[in-house]
């Protein structure tokens, strides 16, 4: 009896606070161009707005780009908790077709009172705000057409520590690109009726571990795209127990989320790559463009783990001379491709892997998957039975370099 009501207490509390642990969920297709990353809050009435919004986009996106060229669909998000009982999460939709569309969404809802909340629940004097917000808007747009602006609505907003962001709508560029319109409204200029704590910045840097190599050694080079996700824990205490490592891909917007994982990776000997900020197809991107996806990447990886990344992998292995050329970080793709994310299946992933790695292979997987998480430990123990020790990437070029002088 007081199992079975321990039982229906347990079940009670998963229907009341819902059954998802925070995470953040990533979907990303090679063949379709389409790359999605968004926050699981663990709230049920939160995630399932979410969740309807994605699915909508994606959808729309299917049936009326179908009959365009690589059409290309890149959602990404931020996440902030202003308090304990609040939360904050924006979805950016980015459409490359004919033309560049650019879209916002946001939510931010209180736990407390179980509600989403609106602008007026947030700031005491909107009038002083729709001031402000009008005076910036003819400083900063002081060349565009902001006639129909003149009519504010707070429906979009964001906060960071510093700023509340408002996105007021859309204005097409000079090079026919539909872009956000949006301003930042310093947080110690307005009236807030809700309490927003800070980051604190604890600059818990970590020492890198260094292996002895020897130069006859057999090596191998793991390595993993598309995380942090919920599944490299598990990658990593894989790794620890064969005393192993592998090198990171990380995609800039998920760092933070998972700031212990990234500090973890470093801790126990494994590399950070740079896999751009929001996985975007990088050959459409301008020189400035492309620059803000490694550089957002870098300084989300500094400031965790007070490393910046020296090697970068190219979304959907896709790069240009041009592109190279815009960077000191060294393009880094592989020579034997578990193809994890289309098989799903640990049999195969291990079949794909093991027959085909020699010498100095960089093997791709990703640690956004389960299947992958679950193949990992076959693949480092039949590659430690073969002789092989695990380098990162950069170990990896450093003896290549080596082997090639002597």
Known sequence: MKKTMLLF???????????????????????????????????????????????????????????????????????????????????????????????????????????????????????????????????????????????????????????????????????????????????????????????????NYIKIKKKNIDYDDKVVALTFDDGPSKYTTKILDTLKKYDACGTFFVIGNKVEFYNETLQRMVNEGNEIGNHSYNHKWLNRLSKQEFQEELNKTQEKVQKITGISPKVFRPTYGGYSDRLKSYTDLTFILWDVDSSDWKVKKKEKIINNIIPNVKDGSIILMHDNHEYSANAIDSVVKALKDKGYKFVTVSELLELKQLRENE
């Open 9 to 203: 207490l347990c079940l009670a509390i998963l229907l009341i606070t819902g059954c998802n642990k925070k995470e953040i969920k990533t979907t990303i297709s090679d063949d379709e161009l389409i790359a999605i990353n968004y926050p699981v809050t663990g709230i049920n009435i939160l995630d399932d707005a979410i969740t309807s919004y994605i699915n909508k986009t994606r959808t729309n996106f299917k049936k009326e780009y179908k009959n365009y060229k690589n059409p290309e669909l890149n959602i990404s998000y931020t996440y902030k908790e202003l308090n304990d009982d609040i939360v904050n999460v924006s979805l950016n939709t980015e459409i490359n077709a004919d033309k560049k569309i650019n879209k916002i969404k946001t939510f931010t809802y209180n736990k407390k009172t179980k509600s989403f909340l609106t602008m007026e629940d947030i700031i005491k004097d909107l009038d002083a705000l729709d001031y402000n917000i009008k005076k910036q808007l003819l400083e900063k747009y002081r060349d565009s057409d902001i006639e129909s602006l003149t009519n504010v609505s707070y429906d979009y907003f964001t906060f960071d520590d510093e700023n509340l962001t408002l996105y007021l709508g859309m204005q097409t560029s000079k090079d026919n690109r539909q872009e956000l319109i949006y301003l930042d409204i310093p947080l110690n200029s307005l009236k807030l009726l809700i309490d927003i704590d800070k980051t604190e910045n604890t600059d």
